[in-house]
């Protein structure tokens, strides 16, 4: 079982930067590939970025490779989102999610996680 706590979210004036955290809780985050989701106002949730259970894999959606980056400390069961050059089209509740992957193929990055956490409101706005 692994809980996930996300935080760092909050207001930024476009062009900035912000950087979001994930707590995990329990040993099997370690073995676990880490992802995160986002969800804007009436729009479906959106896949953003995803790392393999070491961090040496990662994924990113097209909309914000090169801007993001995803990483992650098992030593201390933390994942990150570092956003930068943030637009309003990055507003978003975003979610951390954590769960077993087999491989890491297109297929198997985007099939559903297991644990997810509540999420952390991030807002773009001058």
């Known amino acids: 079982q692994v809980q996930l706590v996300e935080s760092g979210g909050g207001l930024v004036q476009p062009g900035g930067s912000l950087t979001l955290s994930c707590e995990a809780s329990?040993?099997?985050?370690?073995?676990?590939?880490l992802s995160w989701y986002r969800q804007a106002p009436g729009r479906e949730r959106e896949f953003v970025a995803a790392a393999s259970w070491s961090g040496g894999n990662i994924y990113y959606s097209d909309s914000v490779k090169g801007r993001f980056t995803i990483s992650r400390d098992n030593a201390k069961n933390m994942g990150y989102l570092k956003m930068n050059s943030l637009s309003a089209e990055d507003t978003a509740v975003y979610f951390c999610a954590a769960g077993p992957k087999m491989d890491w193929t297109i297929e198997t990055i985007l099939a559903p996680y297991d644990y997810w956490g509540q999420g952390t409101q991030v807002t773009v706005s001058s």
């Open positions: 329990g040993r099997a985050f370690s073995r676990y590939a």
